[in-house]
């Protein structure tokens, strides 16, 4: 079964920076797109940013400029850096890999960005 591992959370000032990343367990085929996904308290989960196979990226317009989606194939790992962090974007990260036939979820990782 595979299983997405995510890191990098933490606690950070406003307009710091952190860089999640989510890996895969082992081998997955058929990927549509990776992706970054967050909810915050009392809030739905939301989109953040997703990159195809072939390096197409989408991204919230909250978080354009300042997140940045990447990802690593021969590694199955998606990165999402993100820079000038703001008390809003305070939340559980969720790594997801889209496939033809499966959609994985990790189990979240925490941002918190407060003074």
């Known amino acids: 079964q595979v299983q997405l591992v995510e890191s990098g959370g933490g606690l950070v000032q406003p307009g710091g920076s952190l860089r999640l990343s989510c890996a895969a367990s082992?081998?997955?085929?058929?990927?549509?797109?990776m992706g970054w996904y967050r909810q915050a308290p009392g809030k739905q989960r939301e989109l953040v940013a997703t990159?195809?196979?072939?390096?197409?990226?989408n991204y919230i317009d909250s978080v354009k400029g300042r997140f940045t989606i990447s990802r690593d194939n021969a590694k199955i790992t998606t990165y999402l850096q993100m820079n000038s962090l703001k008390p809003e974007d305070t939340a559980v990260y969720y790594c997801?890999?889209?496939?033809?036939?499966?959609?994985?979820w990790g189990k979240g990782t925490l941002v918190t960005v407060s003074s």
């Open positions: 997801n890999v889209f496939t033809s036939t499966m959609d994985y």
């Open positions: 082992r081998s997955i085929f058929s990927i549509i797109h």
């Open positions: 990159i195809t196979d072939g390096g197409r990226t």
